[in-house]
């Protein structure tokens, strides 16, 4: 199973903190054109996407491996606005 | 002890003639070069999954959409006294036509001039029909062999843009008396060529490797729609590394994520990249530079 977030294809075997994450991922497009809070949320959920050690299993919270979330879209819309 | 001769032919086989409607297929439009790639059955031959795996593999290679469609064929040559008449040497069928393309184009269509590696022509029709011969077991199907293919650019004049005026000419004006002339899904944008793929760095550190993918002849036709899957990172040593990928963004800039990056790294496109309506392939190998 991939393990994605908004298109991001992350690769196996990522091992780094979450401030680590936001230092190498938290730049790019996908993340950059969402508000602040929504910003720290969403990495928050890519980060447990990309480290989980069993994608297998179902997310803990809200989470969603394809990406697709509600939040997710408003948060592109409200950027692209 | 008497004589032996067997040089002639049987006598032939007449066939019944009880044909009232006539199904004709239409005219030439994009001639499609096969290495002697063979469909495995009619079947195969409708299926447009057949032809797209077959163009991804290069088994067969579209060229461009033909205009000015000519028949330059010629007669069977035959000796004649009184009432003796004998063919010495059998006509032959040629085509002329002409595409109208960028000097790229012609640059891709002129290596396959008398290119030794693609012998055999499927030809897809005005109409959608199109037609190969069966092979000899009578079941798979084949391309028509030609002898050659020429094609020559003629510059702009004042009545008419530059052009590429081609010829080809078929090994066997009679083969077509096995031809195989069918009609399905199959439709002329499946028969694009392949796309080359440029690669550009725009920069790198020893985490981030960032560039960009474009097509066209100038390169500056920017493909968005690349995966992870699609491109392979390699150390100096030539092996593979494992890295994240993030879409292109609105700039057509790619990132690829990992660790170690250093200068020697490349970055490929991985092989034949087969997307619904579009075939893509990398020209080269990009050399990555790290910059601190």
Redesign the interface.
């Known amino acids: 199973m991939k393990r994605t977030y908004q ?8 091992q780094m903190s979450l401030a680590e994450f936001e230092k ?2 938290g730049s ?3 993340f950059n054109n969402m508000l602040p809070a929504q910003r720290k949320k969403e990495l928050k959920k890519a980060f447990e996407i ?1 480290t989980k050690k069993d994608i297998s299993k179902p997310e803990e919270e809200d989470g969603d491996s394809t990406g697709s979330t509600d939040q997710g879209k408003a948060a592109q819309t409200s950027a692209n606005s | 002890m008497g004589t032996f001769l067997d040089i002639c032919e049987g006598e032939k086989k007449s066939k019944n003639t009880g044909f009232k409607d006539q199904c004709i297929e239409t005219k030439l439009q994009i001639p499609v070069l096969s290495n002697g790639f063979e469909f495995a059955s009619v079947q195969a031959f409708k299926t447009k999954s057949a032809w797209k795996d077959a163009i991804a593999a290069k088994s067969l290679v579209p060229l461009f959409e033909v205009y000015e469609l000519a028949d330059a064929s010629t007669e069977d040559t035959k000796f004649e006294s009184g009432n003796f008449s004998k063919i010495t040497a059998k006509g032959v069928e040629k085509i002329t036509f002409e595409c109208y393309l960028s000097i790229c184009a012609y640059a891709a269509l002129k290596s396959y001039e008398n290119n030794g590696q693609y012998g055999e022509i499927f030809e897809f029709n005005e109409g959608g029909d199109y037609s190969g011969v069966f092979a000899a077991d009578g079941t798979k199907v084949k391309g028509r062999k030609i002898k050659s293919i020429t094609v020559t650019r003629i510059r702009a004049t004042k009545d008419k843009v530059p052009y590429v005026k081609g010829e080809i000419t078929y090994a066997d004006k009679d083969d077509i008396l096995d031809g195989v002339i069918v009609k399905s899904d199959l439709e002329k944008d499946d028969l694009d060529g392949i796309f080359d793929v440029t690669l550009k760095l725009v920069s790198a550190s020893s985490t981030v490797i960032k560039l960009t993918a474009a097509s066209g002849c100038s390169g500056n036709s920017f493909i968005k729609s690349l995966v992870l899957a699609d491109f392979k990172v390699r150390n100096a040593a030539g092996v593979a590394q494992t890295v994240t990928l993030v879409p292109a963004d609105e700039d057509g800039v790619y990132q690829l994520i990992g660790t170690g990056f250093a200068t020697g790294y490349t970055v490929e496109v991985d092989g034949v990249v087969q997307q619904t309506n579009i075939m893509y392939e990398g020209v080269e190998k990009l050399p990555v530079t790290v910059t601190p």
């Open positions: 298109g991001i294809e992350f690769a196996d075997g990522i190498v991922y790019n497009h996908i990309a």
